[in-house]
């Protein structure tokens, strides 16, 4: 599948994706690609995320590609079920927080626990860091493989947004391509 053939949900985790972090660039470099708001990005309610991550699904023309990123990844997997069938045909998760451990995360954002370990119902591609300060590798595994999505090792890239250095996040785009690719 091309980028051009579907419609790609940008999924920001809590306080949302600004300007220069990844998610928002590509937002302005995938024509078919916008971000999916909230009403409050910094006091996230669960329901509420998960609500209008199902309506961007439902109001799309085209087959869905989720890109999801920290809280984003954790609304997506919980809003899944509630998906119409085939309409989501992938998801690419970048930089799960294990909220059930709530590892340096505000407790807005611990709320969303406990974190479903159904697998999803589309491929999906999990990238987790070794120096995540909100996950660690090996739980972000647990998840994936729980989730039935291939995991790959992005290293020491902490947190995989601006703080840990990943403004545009070429290589992201690159494994976005790949991705799409296989689906």
């Known amino acids: 599948m091309k980028t051009g053939d579907c419609?790609?949900?940008?999924?920001?985790?809590?306080?949302g994706s600004g300007e220069e972090h990844w998610q928002a660039r590509w937002a302005g470099r995938l024509r078919t690609g916008w971000v999916v708001a909230q009403a409050d990005w910094h006091q996230p309610d669960p329901e509420d995320w998960r609500a209008r991550i199902v309506a961007a699904v439902e109001a799309?023309?085209?087959?869905v590609v989720l890109i999801?990123?920290?809280?984003g990844v954790v609304a997506a997997v919980e809003a899944a079920p509630r998906f119409p069938a085939g309409v989501v045909r992938g998801a690419m998760l970048v930089a799960f927080p294990d909220i059930e451990t709530c590892q340096n995360l505000p407790a807005s954002v611990c709320s969303f626990a406990p974190v479903p370990r159904d697998p999803l119902p589309f491929p999906a591609l999990l990238v987790a860091s070794r120096t995540d300060p909100h996950c660690s590798y090996e739980r972000a595994e647990e998840f994936g493989a729980a989730w039935g999505a291939s995991v790959v090792d992005a290293g020491e890239a902490g947190h995989i947004n601006i703080a840990s250095g990943h403004g545009p996040w070429p290589e992201g785009l690159m494994r976005l391509a790949g991705f799409m690719s296989t689906i």
Request: proline residues 12%.
């Open 60 to 63: 799309a023309t085209r087959p």
């Open 7 to 15: 419609d790609i949900l940008i999924l920001p985790g809590y306080a």
């Open 68 to 71: 999801a990123h920290s809280l």
